[in-house]
């Protein structure tokens, strides 16, 4: 039996672990591995995952989601306003879109928004094999997708013990919210040397299936201080380098993945 949903990535963490910019670098690496296209999802509501790939953003589906309440013009449905209020906060780009969820919203009820969303966004969901998103450490944007599986869940920290004990907080939050999940790997950002046992004690417990670390790389700083899109970071980037070996071991295990799922008999 054929794949039917997309191949989900998904990234979470608290703010300042560098979070975001990893999930930037694996959409070039998905797209240096072709595999394509890709969706990537800004879930995150400090969005700025569009600043780490290049791209302009003009409307979200928060923007959207609001505009259903008061702005449906007389004689449009609200299914077809907010299918074509998605389809204006797609940004495309080369081998991959960006979509940005939006900040959480205001008062009042948002029910039937919601579930419009959820509905539009599965649709859209259907026309790309691999997805990225980008979460915030709640993970809440995620839990309203009627599609909750994760295949691989990245838990990006910094050597702190307020990151791991962030990182613990979504591991646990993730099976409260019913999120199903593959893999669960924690990574371990700007990480120096000498740190070995603090972050050994930090995550005895936790039960990833995987621990990996990114060094400091002083070029992600002067990247984000002159304003330039990390996924454009040159091959000499230690951090590029380390991520791509994390990534080289997660393509492994999806290949492995679609080789199982492919294999099985109909009706598996």
């Known amino acids: 039996m054929l794949r039917q949903r997309a191949y989900t990535f998904a990234l979470a963490g608290k703010g300042g672990t560098g979070k975001t910019t990893l999930a930037g670098l694996l959409v070039r690496f998905l797209k240096e591995h072709d595999m394509t296209p890709i969706l990537a999802v800004d879930a995150d509501s400090n969005a700025n995952f569009n600043e780490v790939l ?26 077809i306003f907010i299918e074509m209020k998605v389809e204006q906060a797609l940004v495309e780009a080369e081998d991959f879109d960006l979509i940005v969820m939006g900040r959480p919203e205001g008062p009042g009820c948002y029910c039937a928004a919601n579930n419009l969303l959820s509905k539009c966004i599965d649709r859209l969901l259907s026309n790309y094999p691999y997805l990225v ?18 295949d691989v869940l990245l838990v990006v920290s910094d050597p702190s013990r307020r990151g791991m004990l962030s990182a613990r907080r979504i591991c646990d939050l993730v099976d409260e919210l019913g999120i199903r999940v593959g ?31 990114i060094p400091e790389d002083e070029l992600i700083y002067q990247f984000d201080l002159e304003g330039k899109p990390t996924i454009q970071l040159p091959s000499k980037s230690v951090a590029l380098q380390a991520a791509n070996e994390i990534f080289a071991r997660l393509l492994d295990e999806v290949v492995d993945d679609q080789d199982r799922i492919t294999s099985q008999p109909a009706g598996a």
């Open 54 to 79: 290049g791209l302009t953003v003009e409307g979200t589906l928060g923007q959207a989601r609001e505009a259903m309440k008061t702005s449906v013009p007389v004689g449009m449905t609200k299914d």
């Open 133 to 150: 998103i980008d979460n915030e450490a709640g993970m809440e944007h995620f839990s309203r997708l009627t599609s909750k599986d994760i």
């Open 183 to 213: 893999r669960k790997f924690l990574v371990i950002n700007q990480y120096r040397q000498g740190l070995t046992r603090l972050v050994s004690q930090q995550i005895e417990g936790l039960g990833p299936a995987s621990v990996a670390t």
